[in-house]
């Protein structure tokens, strides 16, 4: 009986879960087809294909369709007014910049933390949990007026800016993944005449594998789509994200270039969707690793 019960309920959580789905890809299934269709289109519907429904005859149907979407035009539009390449550019070298930075200082820190696990460790480590606590609203003043006093407005300065608040979610998740590490791995290797660079370098990092990558798909969703950080720090005369630059779509007296504009969101979520098709297997995998007791 306990058996049935349970299937009984594996088909409700699934019918459930899969109504979730289907309300999440959803918008983006919408944008995809407004990316291809006329902005005065797009604006009187936005959620069916054409002026003309299947009930009025295929024939309606197909012409309104074929009235509706104008191919790559609003590819070709948006690519041009916003200098696309550029700014995908520079979202690219500051999101892979950041990601690696992140990764390599907070596994280092996470390590040093659990391994000599003195006051002051202890009290970094409270640091890093408190940076995920506080508002990101209480510090814009005073990121924006330091960044500026720093000249950090570049892509550069701005991967220092995410490593701060990257740096407490990296930090957890290593710390745990680090505790389940033997240290008699690290003591064989010192006895074998390794540094402690050469310990973390050739030991540990290896073994941080699963949990690295997790932490790299957060981090490059996030990074990759945010919006408000770079807008505060960057010179946006000079750099722009891809974030950035689909705002400059937004003309005079609230008039925006729909098709334009959701053509570049497509480019913009496509690369993301990619990276983390590639790389959702291992994001349980680094969950569940760093899920232990020290």
Known sequence: MSNVRKAKHGWIFTIIFTIL??????????????????????NRFPFQLGPFKMTDGWDRFVAGVQKAFVGLTNYAEGIRK??????????LFITIC???????????CAWYIIRVNDKF????????????????????????????MLHLGNPVGIILVYLGFGAGLAVFMFTGFVKSIPLEIEEAAMIDGCSPIQTYFQVVFPILKPTAITVAILQVMWIWNDYLLPYLVLDIRKWKTIPIAIQYLKGGYGSIDWGAMMAMLVLAI?????????????????????????
């Open 21 to 42: 789905s289907v309300l999440w890809v959803l918008p983006i299934v919408i944008v995809f087809m407004n990316s291809f269709k006329l902005k005065a289109y797009i």
């Open 82 to 91: 916003i200098n696309f390449f550029n700014a995908f550019g520079t979202s």
């Open 98 to 108: 950041s990601v690696a930075v992140i990764i390599l200082c907070t596994s280092m």
């Open 121 to 148: 460790s202890k009290g970094l480590y409270c640091l890093c949990l408190f940076s995920m606590i506080v508002p990101f609203q209480m510090v814009m003043f005073t990121l924006s007026k330091l960044s500026n």
């Open 270 to 294: 496509l690369p993301i969707i990619i990276f983390y098709g590639i790389c959702q297997k291992y994001i349980i995998e680094g969950v569940v690793a760093g899920a232990v007791k020290g």
